[in-house]
């Protein structure tokens, strides 16, 4: 019981949500980031993956959008439209400041 | 014979359950505790007991604390929710409480935070399941509240919050003074407050200066108004009725100030795939909106983020909002002149009205 505890790792907390912001270029290429290391690129590039889509659908569908702001729980997510690329910026939100974020106008 | 209740308690250290187990046994409801040291264990004891309440840790191994919650409480949502962790941090306390958890608590240290923490529990415990009702006060009604304001004499001013929709009422020395709602004062804002079935309130201190505009006495005001609510809700269709079109609901939105269209899915579209008002060609619109509805979640779930609540889109001619609401997919367009945080209240008002 002793050694399975020595050798046991423990479980590691759950994933935080990151602050910054990541350019993805019109080919899904990230040129730019400025999130933490330890946020998986594969969720980099995927939110990237689902911006472009979005920008380039909306366009599709004759409704041309130049941002796109998503709203979750516990994480906002703004897009600005580059040309077929994107600049993103993630931004926790918290009980303590819920609405300004990374990515806000400064009026 | 009285029923116990269930807890379950869930975390990777089989010490701490124990010690958890035991002090939870103790509580004065003396529940029956479950212990499950991971989170498809847990799924499945939930699947085979009827839990009153699950405590949950948010380090766990393969799947993490947020990731069963999210299930759980997608899965059981009458079940009363409590985060037990020592994460101490302020991001996943929000996210937490975005899923809706009733409780977030970090793991005590002393022998004040354990007693204060068994005292939460048995609230919990003890609380109905009912979700009418004002927060605090759980079981008591907004008439029962003002009705104890007047008798007492009190002289205070409550501020009621309701989703996005905020109303107060003033009272002095125990008589009905003013209320404001929605841009409307006096009666007509109480008689708006009144009919809110949920939400939460706080006593702010009175206001003597504020300008009377109720003249009628409290008991005469919540008689005539209990009548007006009852006389409405007698108006609502039986089960046997016909409920009134959906499109009609979307008419009234779509007669909102610098609304441009309206589009619904779901249950929303009475019937059809989709419905629309105020777009000529609404086919690849509502493509578009399936799908960035349907790709957000999925990223949504994907990185833990939490429910999705709005999707914004800014454009030069138009701007949009995207949401779902319970069954129902909404999506409206709003004039160009708005900004993205008007666009997000106002949306967040209509989806108030709509559920």
Redesign the interface.
């Known amino acids: 019981m002793v050694l399975k505890k020595l050798f046991s790792r423990?479980?590691?907390?759950?994933?935080?949500?990151p602050s910054g912001c990541f350019t993805v270029d019109r080919d899904g290429a990230i040129v730019v980031s400025t999130l933490p290391s330890d946020f998986p690129e594969a969720?980099v590039r995927?939110?990237g993956r689902?911006v472009r889509?979005?920008f380039a659908?909306?366009r599709?569908?004759?409704?041309?959008?130049?941002?796109?702001?998503?709203?979750?729980?516990?994480?906002k997510i703004v897009a600005r439209e580059l040309r077929g690329g994107a600049l993103v910026f993630l931004s926790?939100?918290?009980?303590?400041s819920?609405?300004r974020s990374a990515g806000d106008r400064i009026p | 014979m009285e029923t116990r209740h269930k807890i379950l308690l869930l975390d990777?250290e089989p010490d701490l359950l124990e010690l958890y187990r035991e002090m939870l046994g103790q509580l004065p409801s003396r529940p029956e505790i479950f212990t499950a040291t991971s989170g498809p264990r847990a799924m499945a004891l939930l699947e085979a007991h009827p839990f009153r309440l699950f405590i949950c840790d948010?380090?766990?191994?393969k799947m993490?604390?947020?990731?069963v919650l999210s299930i759980v409480r997608r899965k059981y949502p009458a079940l009363r929710t409590v985060v037990l962790t020592s994460?101490s941090?302020?991001?996943?306390?929000?996210?937490v409480?975005?899923?809706g958890v009733d409780l977030y608590w970090q793991k005590p240290s002393s022998d004040q935070e354990t007693r204060m923490f068994l005292e939460c529990i048995e609230s919990l415990l003890g609380r109905e399941t009912e979700e009418a009702g004002f927060r605090g006060v759980q079981s008591k009604s907004l008439v029962d509240l003002i009705q104890l304001e007047c008798l007492s004499q009190s002289s205070s001013t409550l501020r009621i919050i309701n989703g996005p929709l905020t109303g107060r009422i003033w009272i002095l020395h125990g008589e009905l003074v003013d209320a404001e709602t929605e841009g409307v004062t006096g009666e007509e804002a109480f008689r708006k407050i009144l009919a809110w079935k949920a939400g939460s309130f706080e006593i702010l201190p009175p206001e003597p200066e504020h300008p009377r505009r109720i003249l009628k006495s409290c008991n005469a005001l919540l008689l005539e108004t209990a009548q007006a609510l009852d006389e409405s809700a007698g108006a609502e269709p039986t089960p046997g009725e016909s409920a009134p079109r959906p499109a009609s609901r979307l008419a009234t939105i779509a007669q909102g100030e610098e609304v441009e269209f309206v589009l619904a899915f779901g249950e929303a579209a009475g019937g059809g795939r989709f419905e629309a008002l105020g777009l000529e060609n609404p086919e690849?619109?509502a493509?578009?909106l399936e799908?960035?509805l349907g790709?957000?979640s999925t990223?949504?779930e994907?990185?833990?983020?939490?429910?999705?609540?709005?999707?914004?889109?800014?454009?030069?001619?138009?701007h949009?909002a995207l949401a779902a609401c319970g069954d129902a997919r909404l999506c409206i367009g709003w004039r160009h002149s708005l900004g993205?945080?008007e666009v997000?209240e106002r949306m967040k008002k209509v989806l108030a009205t709509w559920s």
Do not use: C
């Not at chain 2, 948010?58 to 191994?61: E, T």
């Not at chain 2, 994907?302 to 138009?318: S, V």
């Open positions: 423990a479980a590691p907390p759950p994933l935080r949500m969720f995927e939110i689902h889509e979005t659908e909306a599709a569908a004759q409704l041309p959008l130049h941002e796109l702001i998503v709203h979750y729980g516990g994480l926790p939100v918290t009980l303590i819920p609405a | 990777d948010l380090k766990l191994p993490d604390g947020l990731q994460v941090d302020e991001q996943f306390r929000s996210r409480y975005a899923l690849r619109l493509q578009w799908r960035t790709r957000f990223l949504g994907q990185l833990r983020a939490g429910p999705l609540e709005q999707i914004i889109g800014l454009g030069l001619q138009r949009v993205a945080a997000r």
